[in-house]
Nanobody
Framework: QVQLVESGGGWVQPGGSLRLSCAAS????????VGWFRQAPGKERAFVAS????????AYTTSVKGRFTISKDNANNTVYLQMNNLKPDDTAVYYC????????????????????WGQGTEVTVSS
């Protein structure tokens, strides 16, 4: 079993930055591939970024490329999402998700691939 807890959300003006954290417990962190998803008001949950179990491979949705960076700190069992140059369209509840990778290296961009989910942290970008 894996427990995921997000933190770091809040209010920020357009152009500002936030760093979200996803702390994991309950399973060897090195086996976890982790993704960040977001759900804006009135919209479906959407993929934002993902990192492989090793931390060596990443993927991003087009709208955040060059602004967001996902990283995996295996020493501290935490995945970070550094968000820079935030825009009002980034306003959403952000969720981290985890999937155990039994063999090799893998990362995922589809929400059904993930078995474990956190409760979410809210990000509001407005002036």
């Amino acid at each position: 079993q894996v427990q995921l807890v997000e933190s770091g959300g809040g209010w920020v003006q357009p152009g500002g930055s936030l760093r979200l954290s996803c702390a994991a417990s309950g399973r060897t962190f090195g086996t976890l591939a982790v993704g960040w998803f977001r759900q804006a008001p009135g919209k479906e949950r959407a993929f934002v970024a993902s990192v492989s179990n090793t931390g060596d491979d990443t993927a991003y949705t087009t709208s955040v490329k060059g602004r967001f960076t996902i990283s995996k700190d295996n020493a501290n069992n935490t995945v970070y999402l550094q968000m820079n140059n935030l825009k009002p369209d980034d306003t959403a509840v952000y969720y981290c998700a985890g999937k155990v990778v039994d063999y090799g290296t893998a990362w995922y961009t589809e929400s059904p691939s993930y078995a474990y989910w956190g409760q979410g942290t809210e990000v509001t970008v407005s002036s």
